[in-house]
């Protein structure tokens, strides 16, 4: 499965239970007339390798994520991170 950037952040704002916005850069946003319209990881190859697949949904992930983050922010300097 994919995820734009703007449905993880409503994700994330659901878990933190707070509406987030995105703010865009111009010079970011790809040409309408773009050959690539969507970026999507794969998994296959760590499947065949390693019989890996997910065991987490992207919420139940994204929740254990900002649960570690919460429970350890000492562990990272403000001047280095936007948390």
């Excluded at 999507?40 to 065991?55: C, I, K, R, V």
């Excluded at 562990?75 to 991170?81: G, I, K, L, N, V």
């Amino acid at each position: 499965e994919d995820y734009s950037i703007e449905e993880l952040v409503t994700i994330i704002g659901d878990i933190l239970g707070k509406r987030l916005t995105i703010k865009r850069d111009r010079r970011r946003i790809r040409p309408k007339k773009s050959e690539v319209l969507r970026l999507q990881g794969d998994n296959t190859l760590a499947y065949e390798l390693f019989g890996f697949t997910p065991s987490h949904t992207i919420r139940a992930g994204l929740k254990k994520t900002i649960h570690f983050f919460e429970k350890n922010i000492d562990m990272y300097a403000r001047e280095d991170y936007q948390l």
